[in-house]
């Protein structure tokens, strides 16, 4: 099955450069594999600290960049200290549409806007965050060896939340079962997803479905709905009580509604 799925990015990958609309109709039948659930962890502070996990492939520039170009890809991952200047980010070479990135670093990390958020309710950005590579086909090795170091840093630094940023069809795949591991450990998490289709197989504990696209989930939302997408992240950190909920973001519903969403999702 990994080969079979490395074959099917291979081919996405070299039409993507011809035709990036039928590259995106191949993407749209990935076998997206199934994901057990875990039980949701329950945040004991009104007051949390916050971490951001990208699997763009972001990367510092005193830092090397993610091999994207590996048959199966990369299942290593990427520390940063919890303020730095966005415009060190770098993006890992891809078939992603760079331009939002270049003209907003945000588009893919909104660290900015988590900050404003944070001030907001009293919260904390973590001392640190984490970036992936989303094409990782063997999420086992990352689960291995990747995640418990992650773990750690997040231990010690007694983060609270994680929100989880994909960037691509596979990083639909790989991200939950990397939300599932830190929730296991204690630590809540809140998965964003703008795949719908991949959430009938797979999702994290926490989910927030938004309207995004490959490359730059966040580049067409202004700064001030990114900052609404992340209330709406860290309201669901504390308020979602079923593993497997998915709340669509703009939230233009009551909180009855929005479960009857996660329902009709599910």
């Not at 995004?212 to 900052?227: H, M, N, S, Y």
């Amino acid at each position: 099955m990994k080969f079979f799925k490395a074959v099917i990015l291979a081919i996405g990958r070299a039409i993507h450069r011809v035709s990036p609309k039928f590259s995106k109709k191949l993407e749209q039948g990935y076998p997206f594999a199934r994901q057990k659930m875990v039980r949701l962890t329950h945040l004991a502070t009104k007051n949390p600290r916050v971490a951001l996990l990208s699997s763009a492939g972001l990367y510092l520039e005193n830092q090397q960049p993610f091999q994207y170009k590996n048959f199966y890809g990369d299942f290593s991952f990427r520390v940063f200290p919890g303020d730095f200047p966005i415009c060190f980010l770098r993006l890992t070479e891809s078939d992603f549409d760079r331009s939002g990135f270049e003209a907003d670093p945000g588009s893919l990390f909104p660290l900015t806007e988590l900050k404003a958020v944070a001030a907001e309710f009293g919260g904390q950005v973590a001392e640190h965050h984490f970036s992936l590579l989303g094409f990782c086909l063997k999420p086992n090795k990352l689960l291995e060896t990747s995640v418990p170091q992650i773990l750690k840093i997040l231990k010690e630094d007694k983060t609270d939340i994680v929100l989880l940023v994909p960037a691509c069809v596979v990083c639909h795949e790989v991200l939950p079962p990397v939300a599932a591991a830190l929730e296991k450990s204690g630590i809540a998490t809140v998965t964003f997803a703008f795949i719908p289709r991949a959430l009938e197989a797979t999702r994290g504990p926490r989910t927030i479905l938004f309207d995004g696209d490959c490359g730059l989930p966040f580049g067409a939302l202004a700064v001030e709905t990114r900052k609404e997408l992340i209330r709406l992240a860290i309201r669901a950190a504390f308020e979602m009580k079923t593993a497997g909920e998915v709340w669509k973001f703009p939230p233009a519903f009551s909180a009855q509604t929005m479960t009857k969403n996660a329902a009709a999702v599910r």
